[in-house]
């Protein structure tokens, strides 16, 4: 027999899990399906362990770097204790994934661990990790499944020891630092964790497929982060291909192509990683049965408002495709409880939607690389639009910190000054750019903060000095 539910989630993402207990704490009838652990990806295998570990290997960074500061530490007697950079990092992991199952327990949620499936667009098949069944139907289901890192794809690979075979997951249980580190792919995972190992003591050598690294993000920019990254130790190969692998010692031999066209070339490592991103968690949910249509890349397709091809079932985070952010899964947990749950308010409000909104982001490598907004290359039109580039050394926070590596750049409306687009590769980027996103919010002309007091020395006063070189 089946259970009836107002509300089914399934998959504990960013979105489902505050969502699972909005419903219930709204008195519906409500469950959540999650097959490996509550909390998904981001607290259990992305944002929160991998800022744990950057925040050591940061410590391994600066204790290297006393003497710079007058601090007198033998450079070459600073170690790490991958065993103890671990512990902290399951810890703070089990820490926030405990805060998010007492939640959903106080709200009153059922939750089911087990892997979903749909038998239709009303029911929805668990399968227990002992075999056992249950069939569940509800009158609304909420999908937030979320992605996973893309197998990996090399001639080779399978002969290799299943140990020196990375992903994005199973590198952040190392019990000790890897002696050469080959990363495949020069994305957020692969520059992230590329400067982690290198900290911590590895070899590291990053092949990126385009010609530059992070390939969305402006040329300019991403320049900056390559030298910034070089200067720090890590070999970078643009426009390189991996072709095949083989064992070699204990580690391997991989054949690559360096630059296009170029020569065949080999590197001996002692672990690989693949970070050549990342594929969506669709095929398990059989959602042809519900009959929930994807787009051409395997991600299931919504409208603005969250909605799939199939009435009352709504997409959440990452699963709908990219931006594949925690804060963008988030802000769909908002949107729909916002639409779909009752307001104690008396005035109604407009249906909330993906429309327009302003995705922030924040690459944590050292410095960090934070966006928000348009790209000078992605307005068509280049005479609407002035830019302003600064570097970082120009900034007394970063000189006197000794941190002062990386660039600010913005990008504005000629004619009305409003901020279109602004970018921050520098020390505590996120939290400089998170200022011009209020004032993106708010419609403040680039003129005021010209103007504006800003404490000082603070990092937010470099965006009186920023605008003198727009050009
Ligand atoms: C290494 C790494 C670092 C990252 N760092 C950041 C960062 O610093 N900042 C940031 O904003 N984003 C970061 N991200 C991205 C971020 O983790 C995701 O965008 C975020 O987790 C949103 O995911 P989600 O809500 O779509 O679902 P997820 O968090 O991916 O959760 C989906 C859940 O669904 C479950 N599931 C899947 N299929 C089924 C099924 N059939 N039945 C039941 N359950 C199922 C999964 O087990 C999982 O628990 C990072 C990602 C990675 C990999
Ligand atoms: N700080 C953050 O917010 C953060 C951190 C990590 C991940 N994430 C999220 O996770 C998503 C996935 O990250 P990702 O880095 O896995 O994927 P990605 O798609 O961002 O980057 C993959 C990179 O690998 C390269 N590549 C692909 N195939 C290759 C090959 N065969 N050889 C060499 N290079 C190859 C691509 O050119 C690209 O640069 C991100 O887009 C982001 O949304 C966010």
């Known amino acids: 027999m089946s259970t009836h539910y107002q509300a089914l989630i399934l998959g504990s993402g960013q979105a489902g ?6 419903f219930a704490k709204a008195g519906h009838k409500t469950a959540l399906i999650e097959r490996a652990h509550i909390a998904g990806c981001c607290v259990n295998e992305g944002c929160t362990p991998t800022k744990t570990l950057i925040a050591s290997g940061h410590v391994a960074y600066l204790a290297k770097r006393g003497p710079d500061y007058g601090v007198l530490v033998n450079r070459d007697e600073v170690k790490v204790d991958m065993k103890k950079i671990r512990q902290r990092k399951r810890d703070i992991v089990d820490s926030f994934r405990g805060g998010s199952e007492r939640r959903l327990k106080e709200a009153g949620v059922d939750v089911l661990m087990g892997e979903g499936a749909f038998v239709d667009e009303r029911t929805v098949k668990v399968r227990f990790e002992g075999g056992e069944e249950k069939v569940v139907t509800a009158d609304r289901i909420f999908v937030n ?35 050469h580190l080959v990363v495949i792919g020069g994305g957020y995972v692969g520059v992230e964790f590329a400067q982690l190992m290198r900290r911590l003591g590895a070899r590291v050598s990053v092949l990126q497929r385009g010609k530059q690294l992070l390939p969305r993000e402006d040329p300019e920019i991403a320049k900056c982060l390559f030298d910034i990254l070089k200067e720090d130790g890590l070999d970078i190969l643009l426009e390189s291909q991996a072709v095949g692998i083989e064992p070699h010692g204990k580690g391997f031999k991989l054949k690559y192509q360096e630059g296009k066209g170029g020569p065949e070339k080999e590197l001996i490592g002692s672990h690989i990683l693949f970070a050549a ?34 009435p009352n079932i709504y997409a959440l985070g990452d699963v709908k495709g990219p931006p594949a952010f925690t804060h963008i899964s988030y802000d769909d947990f908002r949107i729909l409880s916002h639409n779909l749950l009752p307001s ?8 909330s939607s993906t429309t327009n909104r302003l995705v922030p982001y924040v690459v944590y490598t050292d410095p960090q690389l934070a966006h928000i907004g348009l790209h000078e290359h992605e307005i068509p039109d280049r005479k609407t639009i002035q830019v302003a580039k600064m570097p970082m050394s120009y900034v007394a926070r970063a000189l006197e910190t000794d941190e002062s590596r990386g660039m600010m750049k913005a990008v504005v409306n000629r004619e009305t000054g409003l901020i279109l687009g602004f970018t921050c590769l520098g020390m505590e980027g996120g939290e400089l750019m998170a200022v011009v996103q209020m004032a ?32």
């Open 17 to 22: 899990t505050p969502l699972a207990s909005a």
């Open 145 to 179: 499944t979320g992605e996973r890192p893309a197998p990996a794809k090399l001639e080779g690979v399978e002969k290799l020891d299943p140990k020196i075979v990375l992903d994005s997951t199973s590198i952040q249980e190392l019990d000790e630092v890897p002696e």
């Open 277 to 310: 991103g990342r594929i969506p968690n669709t095929e398990a949910l059989d959602l042809s049965a519900a009959g929930i249509k994807t787009n051409s890349k395997g991600y299931i397709a919504t409208n603005p408002f969250l909605e799939t091809s199939t």
């Open 344 to 351: 104690s308010s008396s005035s109604p409000t407009p249906k």
């Open 440 to 471: 993106m919010m708010g419609g403040v002309r680039w003129e005021v903060l010209q103007r504006a007091v800003w404490a000082h020395p603070s990092l937010a006063e470099s965006l009186n000095n920023l605008w003198g070189f727009l050009e």
